[in-house]
């Protein structure tokens, strides 16, 4: 572009990021033992610096938001604490809530790569595709609950005498791509989180919040006003990144 001769002099800018190496940290000593040999049979020998940020502050019984780049791995961010509490508490449970139904087969497909069946951790989807012979087992059984506001809001809480078990020890709320929503959208969606909350505490539980979102301007407000409770931020990228280039192209008459 820059050597031809009918782009080269419609480039009014061109910009150029350096690459940005890794912050990474060892393993938290505190993390579980079978957790640690999972991720080091996955090839991972560290974490970045974001994700031992949510470790931290997840352990300390914060609500957290993860603010960083797209694949940064905010995924196995939020998966450490939920499944390290899942282990060493054998009744704990963990809802997962995502925007569209492939972003939830992904995150499933991602648990089960990192499940062994020794953890009996017993992660399943509930949606509208989930079906009915099987909705049963998973109330009684799912430890790891993957579904999204949609049927949080007509399948799951309209019923929740049938998920006693599930609301008794809810652990972990799990709000994956955070975004904001306008108008009666947006205000249904606020009040499905109200009333997740107050289902919770009727049946004695206090979950955690972990959100996650790459796009958003202003996370940690975004944040405190979906769930209404304090929350930390944590937007300090620790992963590695290529080069960028920035071109600002302006087209001929």
């Not at 492939?102 to 953890?119: I, V």
């Not at 595709?129 to 009684?140: E, G, L």
Request: charged share 15%; glycine share 6%; net charge neutral.
């Amino acid at each position: 572009w820059k050597r031809d001769p009918d782009t080269a002099p419609n480039l009014v800018a061109w910009q150029t990021l350096p690459p940005r190496p890794a912050q990474t940290h060892p393993f938290p000593t505190d993390l579980p033992a079978s957790v640690s040999q999972t991720l080091l049979a996955a090839g991972i020998h560290s974490l970045y610096s974001h994700q031992l940020e949510a470790w931290t502050h997840s352990r300390a019984g914060e609500n957290i938001i993860l603010s960083t780049g797209t694949a940064s791995g905010k995924t196995l961010a939020y998966n450490l604490p939920v499944i390290s509490e899942l282990i060493t508490n054998p009744n704990a449970r963990a809802l997962y809530l995502f925007p569209t139904k492939a972003l939830t087969q992904d995150q499933l497909s991602t648990l089960g790569n990192l499940e062994p069946e020794t953890w009996n951790l017993s992660a399943a989807i509930y949606d509208g595709d989930t079906p009915q012979k099987d909705r049963s087992a998973i109330r009684r059984n799912a430890r790891i609950v993957l579904t999204n506001p949609d049927m949080l809001h007509t399948g799951i809480l309209p019923h929740h005498t049938n998920w006693l078990e599930f609301f008794s020890n809810l652990k972990f709320i799990v709000i994956d791509e955070a975004h904001t929503y306008r108008g009666v959208f947006g205000s249904h969606v606020a009040n499905v989180i109200r009333r997740i909350k107050r289902v919770a505490s009727f049946y004695g539980a206090r979950p955690q919040f972990i959100l996650a979102s790459a796009t958003i301007g202003n996370p940690k407000g975004l944040a405190e006003k979906l769930i209404e409770e304090p929350v930390h931020l944590i937007d300090n990228d620790g992963s590695a990144r290529g080069p960028r280039h920035f071109l600002i192209y302006n087209p001929p008459l």
